[in-house]
């Protein structure tokens, strides 16, 4: 017989697609959820969501609809739900979601463009897994011109702060404009702050920077500050990318 699949209860919430697992622990704690008709504040008690029954402040939870949404998000933003300075978070431009949405990887302050959000933790875990390899690609303007030896060398691979080494799938000059040279860089393993840590690593400096792909995904018709859903050939585009798709998502 198979066995019957269990999780921690803070992950039913976001499993269902609802919350994150923090606002899941607080509810928790705050004695807003029920299995089985009883008040669990253990938020780390195990739980089987294919047969017990779960209520949030008296509302049985069943799986929310998954929601999955491209968003062009401007500079001078930053990449989450907490911040006391509300009109500077995503979620000032998310206001008609209808539905608990988290970003799947982040663009940190000072960087623009796209960034996906979804519901779905499978959907989202597949593509921020580094093994995934879903190319994400940054156009970079520099602090000054590069000559082709350090482009050569970036392309190569490089070594940053705290020994962190960066392998970029490829990078090539796009323009020299003035006195600054324009980058295209594509990564598949989403360091924190890779691509300025690896324009520091070979002496130069980011002046912008924007995320113009992430996978099949481009910014086509989306202006700054708005998002729209993805279409079903998009997941679809999304998952065909890797094998490794299918350990989760819909």
Do not use: Q
């Not at 949030?56 to 998000?73: I, M, N, S, T």
């Not at 705290?162 to 989403?190: M, N, Q």
Request: glycine letters at 8%.
């Amino acid at each position: 017989m198979k066995p019957k699949p269990s999780i921690i209860l803070d992950r039913v919430l976001s499993r269902f697609g609802h919350a994150s697992r923090t606002e899941s622990r607080e509810a928790i704690v705050a004695g807003r959820m029920k299995v089985n008709g009883r008040i669990v504040r253990d938020a780390d008690c195990w739980v089987n969501p294919e047969r017990d029954i779960f209520h949030l402040d008296g509302k049985r939870l069943a799986p929310a609809r998954k929601l999955y949404l491209l968003f062009y998000k401007p500079k001078g933003v930053i990449t989450s739900h907490g911040d006391p300075d509300e009109g500077k978070t995503i979620y000032a431009f998310l206001k008609e979601v209808m539905g608990w949405v988290a970003p799947v990887g982040r663009l940190d302050k000072d960087t623009s463009g796209l960034l996906l959000l979804t519901n779905d933790t499978g959907f989202a875990d597949f593509v921020t897994d580094p093994d995934s390899r879903v190319p994400k690609t940054y156009l970079v303007k520099l602090s000054r011109l590069m000559d082709d030896a350090t482009i050569a060398r970036l392309a190569a691979g490089v070594e940053m702060r705290r020994g962190d080494f960066a392998k970029p799938e490829s990078v090539r000059r796009t323009d020299d404009r003035g006195k600054y040279t324009w980058l295209e860089i594509v990564l598949t393993e989403g360091k924190n702050r890779e691509v300025r840590r690896m324009i520091e690593a070979v002496g130069f400096k980011v002046l912008k920077l924007v995320r113009t792909r992430i996978g099949p995904l481009t910014p086509e018709g989306l202006e700054v500050g708005k998002w729209r859903e993805l279409r079903r050939a998009e997941i679809a585009a999304l998952r065909a990318l890797t094998p490794l798709f299918g350990r989760g998502g819909d």
